[in-house]
């Protein structure tokens, strides 16, 4: 037995399943979760001294690589002022500047613990300031755990949200109306059923919680256009891609202007922050300054902050690391396709800037029921001869691979080569 194996074990008496988030058991591809000891740069080490080239980077946050020399040197010194102080601090202040100069329809913002955070208050902020209690979500779209935002794929157009968790009673789900991405017509449906009751539309403004999906031309423009028609607010949760395609993420990406913006992930540089903010008059409804409560006893921590505006302020000061990240990550994703075209499989790869997904699957990918044609079974043989061959991928389907900009070429071409073998032995 593995020390990973032994740990697991260990693991399934005192926690469900083993593992503190669903998405780190790696049942769904037939194995057992390496239990990681390490990182550092674009490597992990797990409990066995096993080396991986990661391609989760935290689901996100390790965008400058694990163990950033500049970051952890500045979360050691911020240790040593204290852990928490549960007052206010100049560096929420610093973090808030910082974000709002970046993100121009981020005018105010507040700090969280994680994006489950960020989008439940977020969405708070809209009921309470359009005075509405509907929501519209998209099938697929992952927002966190919030009772009311786990809605299952809807049966339909203005049907009602049905809970996709047992615990969530039917009533939290009720004024949650699910529409499908990329079908203006399927929200403009929910609109003109409920012209007046509609507070605001969440979108990932590309979806990355069902595989990789790409907004089509158009899509983002026209959530903006219906926002606006029906006096609605427009909520795009960049928990994944704030910061990623872009310093100004997927609004700067795709130049849609959103009301409110939620954040998680990179924001923190690993460490647990999630964000929401927006326009200034929006944001002024929570509380102490407006009727909307919200409040976080480590909220703005300040070894938090110092991670998260260190490494946002890199990726500030250096445009030019995007350029390379996103111009490697497009020369890596067009050779996959190349790769996955010599293998004579007939898939599906979607990508953009220095995220993507592989679908077994023969048809384009746009929205939930199109990427449900994968065949699980075959990614699972795929993920799992690319792990034993040191790669260290999302290990279901439905996530998304994530490059960092400290990716040697050398590392990418070592991928595309496993990449190779491993659709051969699918054949
Ligand atoms: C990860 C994620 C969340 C939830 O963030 P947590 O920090 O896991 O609570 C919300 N929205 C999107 C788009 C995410 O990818």
Request: hydrophobic share 40%; proline share 4%; charged share 20%.
């Amino acid at each position: 037995m593995t020390r990973s194996e032994a740990i697991f074990e260990m693991a399934r008496e005192v926690i469900p399943g083993g593992v503190n988030s669903p998405v780190r058991a790696f049942g769904s591809i037939g194995t057992n979760p390496p239990f990681i000891r390490k990182a550092d740069k674009s490597r992990m080490w797990d409990e066995d001294g096993k080396e991986y080239i990661d391609f989760i980077g935290s689901w996100g946050p390790m965008i400058l690589g694990h163990n950033n020399d500049i970051v952890r040197e500045a979360v050691i010194k911020a240790c040593a002022d204290g852990l928490s102080f549960g007052a206010a601090t100049a560096l929420e202040v610093e973090m808030a500047s910082l974000i709002t100069a970046i993100v121009p329809s981020v005018e105010m913002v507040r700090m969280v613990n994680s994006g489950t955070e960020a989008v439940m208050s977020a969405i708070r902020v809209a009921r309470g300031f359009t005075r509405r209690d509907k929501i519209i979500k998209f099938v697929g779209c992952y927002h966190g755990h919030a009772d009311y935002l786990l809605v299952k794929a809807g049966s339909g157009a203005l049907t009602q949200g049905q809970p996709d968790s047992l615990g969530v009673p039917q009533g939290c789900t009720k004024d949650v109306l699910t529409a499908t991405y990329n079908d203006l017509n399927s929200v403009e449906d929910h609109f003109k059923a409920f012209p007046d009751d509609i507070a605001a539309i969440i979108v990932e403004p590309v979806a990355a919680n069902m595989g990789v999906v790409l907004p089509e031309k158009g899509f983002l423009e026209g959530l903006r256009e219906l926002c606006d028609k029906y006096g609605a607010l427009l909520i795009f949760d960049e928990v994944i891609t704030g910061f990623r395609l872009g310093i100004d993420g997927a609004q700067g990406y795709y130049g849609v202007r959103p009301d409110l913006t939620t954040y998680g992930k990179i924001i923190g540089a690993g460490m647990p922050v999630g964000a929401y903010g927006g326009r200034k008059d929006v944001m002024s409804v929570v509380s102490p300054l407006g009727g909307v409560y919200q409040a976080g006893t480590l909220s703005g921590n300040p070894v938090a902050m110092t991670a998260g505006i260190t490494q946002l302020s890199i990726l500030r000061d250096h445009p030019s690391y995007y350029e390379k990240l996103n111009q490697k990550s497009d020369i890596f994703f067009t050779s996959l396709k190349e790769v996955i075209k010599e293998s004579g499989l007939n898939l599906t790869l979607n990508h953009v800037g220095s995220i993507g997904s592989i679908f077994f699957t023969d048809q384009p990918v746009v929205d939930y029921d199109s990427a449900k044609t994968s065949d699980t079974a075959a990614f699972a043989r795929y993920a799992r001869y690319m792990l034993g061959n040191g790669i260290y991928l999302a290990p279901a389907q439905f996530e998304a691979m994530f490059i960092s900009m400290v990716h040697t070429d050398d590392e990418l071409a070592y991928t595309l080569a496993m990449a190779k073998n491993a659709l051969a032995s699918l054949k």
